[in-house]
């Protein structure tokens, strides 16, 4: 019961389980061994490109999980590098930001800025171009054609 509820839990929780690791594999291993079946059974060429298909899938999975454990890894290092720095660095910065910091932030709210303005007023141009097509229009007035009266004597063709 155990591993039914660890499988449940990973569910709601971040990250990579053993239990997960383990179902992909079982559930993986069991679509090989279905297929190989089905091309016993049916001798039909669709089961092979069914079971490279299979076999492509699950070593594409096996690879992701295998890189999302290394950078899981790195993220570990560097947060316990950063936490070293951050106790250096508290001790050492205790009067305030340095300036290139405070300059970068001055700068990026500058640029953000001139973007929004940018924006702002392209957004306002574009509005008042509209208003201006649109007073200028003119509806076009339309000719519609009379339906013809008809006078009840029809033509008969001959067949």
Known sequence: MG?????????????????????????FASL??????????????????IQILTLGLWWGMKWFL???????????????KSLNNK???ESIKESGPA???TEDVKQTVKATSKIA???????VENKQNVNVISTKSEPKET?????RKRT????KRKV
């Open 99 to 101: 300036v290139s910091e």
């Open 32 to 49: 090989v061994i279905i297929n190989f079946l089905l091309l016993y059974v049916t001798k039909s060429i669709h089961f092979v490109f």
């Open 66 to 80: 295998a890189e999302y454990k290394e950078v899981l890894k790195n993220e570990q290092k560097q947060a316990g």
């Open 117 to 123: 303005e940018t924006k702002v007023s392209a957004t």
């Open 3 to 27: 591993y039914f509820t660890e499988l449940w839990n990973s569910v709601f929780n971040e990250g990579i389980t053993s239990a997960q690791e383990t179902t992909i594999t079982v559930t």
């Open 87 to 89: 106790q250096s660095d």
């Open 143 to 147: 000719t519609e054609s009379k339906p």
């Open 152 to 155: 009840g004597k029809s033509k």
